[in-house]
């Protein structure tokens, strides 16, 4: 239901919560494998977050250090979960850009 960026206005690292201005549950874009370990035949799941740059975003352009890449998570609508699960690499590329992203709404987190 929301993420953390690092707002820097204050010129130091001030968290900020992130989430739909609905307030509704969201999906990120991830990729993830499954991998067996040759030795052991352990297996291990792991997973990435997508992130694409937000200097165009509303919301997502005044988080991380001023002279570091603006970057946001995608966030995937609720009607384009169903495309996003079921992507090609292809398909998956359309769906990484901030025009299609909800509208999301953030606030300082402040930490107790």
């Known amino acids: 239901d929301h993420f953390f960026e690092p707002s820097y206005a204050t010129l130091k690292a001030v968290p900020w919560k992130i989430g739909l201005t609905s307030g509704d549950p969201f999906c990120l874009a991830c990729i ?3 991998w067996n370990e040759p030795d052991t035949g352990l297996s291990v799941a792991s997973f990435s977050l997508l992130t694409i740059n937000a200097d165009h975003h509303p919301v997502m352009r005044q ?3 001023e002279g570091d890449e603006k970057r946001t998570p995608v966030v995937i609508p609720p009607d384009r979960y169903v495309d996003w699960l079921s ?3 292809t398909q998956a590329m359309e769906l990484l850009n901030t025009q299609d992203m909800p509208e999301l709404q ?4 402040l930490l107790s």
């Open 32 to 34: 993830w494998d499954r």
């Open 63 to 65: 988080f991380h250090r």
């Open 87 to 89: 992507a090609d690499p």
């Open 106 to 109: 953030a606030h300082p987190h």
